[in-house]
């Protein structure tokens, strides 16, 4: 991706709300730079113990409508029954096909979490290499398209890998408006601090890293950069 370009972003969720809570603060940020971006959901929540699949489709269209993000709804088995499978990486890279991401975004893959997250990461992952095959007969018709780059994020803290080096972004600045997004999911907040857990977490990476607030992306590959002297300055601060 060009430096003077900005970012045309894919945030790929299992369920209506794993976007907004796992990396809605950094996409907000990305937002106010200029990136175009795009959720592309792979459930409307069916199997979720509070809200209706209407409703929670609505609380996401809400939150993505406050992010000045477009929205999709792709079928991939229903919630509680996604796979990473050949067939829901051939839907999702279709869909990279057809926004042209650049950056890919995409729920972890430590497997001890909800499945749905680890196995829409799977298919994700598979997605940005099919992305890329002209001989693929079921992908016939979208341009072919590499992408740049695809990042994973930890929608609770059991799913932080333990593996690889984080990104961490600076957030503060971003921290209300982030919290309005997720607000915008009242159906999860019966019977779970969901709100609470995610900006606890901010804060004490925050202030880890020597900011108020920070959110963390894992590479799924090693990153290139042009020299030290361009290379961003470690986060460890204690």
């Not at 929670?56 to 029954?81: N, P, V, W, Y």
Request: aromatic share 6%.
């Amino acid at each position: 991706m060009s430096e003077n370009k900005p970012a045309t972003i894919l945030a790929v969720g299992a369920h209506p709300d794993d976007i907004e809570f796992g990396c809605g603060a950094i996409l907000l940020k990305e937002a106010a730079a200029g990136a175009r971006i795009h959720f592309l959901l792979c459930s409307k929540g069916e199997a979720g113990s509070n809200g209706s699949p209407e409703g929670r489709e609505e609380e996401c269209s809400t939150a993505a409508r406050q992010l000045g993000a477009s929205l999709s709804f792709i079928d991939c088995g229903g919630d509680g029954k996604l796979e990473g499978s050949r067939g829901n990486a051939i839907t999702i890279a279709r869909v990279i096909r057809e926004t042209q991401a650049s950056v890919v975004l995409a729920p972890s893959l430590v497997e001890n979490q909800h499945p749905d997250h680890c196995a829409i990461g799977r298919a994700t992952r598979e997605a940005a290499r099919l992305a890329r095959y002209a001989g693929l007969d079921a992908l016939k018709g979208a341009s072919v398209h590499a992408i740049d780059s695809l990042y994973f994020y930890a929608i609770t803290p059991g799913a932080e890998p333990v593996e690889g080096t984080p990104f961490l972004f600076d957030v503060s600045e971003n921290v209300e408006g982030w919290k309005d997004l997720m607000a915008c999911h009242a159906s999860q907040m019966k019977t779970r601090r969901y709100l609470e857990l995610q900006v606890s977490r901010a804060r004490t990476l925050g202030l880890q890293t020597g900011c108020e607030y920070a959110q963390v992306l894992w590479p799924n590959d090693p990153v290139l950069v042009d020299s030290l002297n361009s290379a961003p300055r470690g986060a460890r601060l204690f």
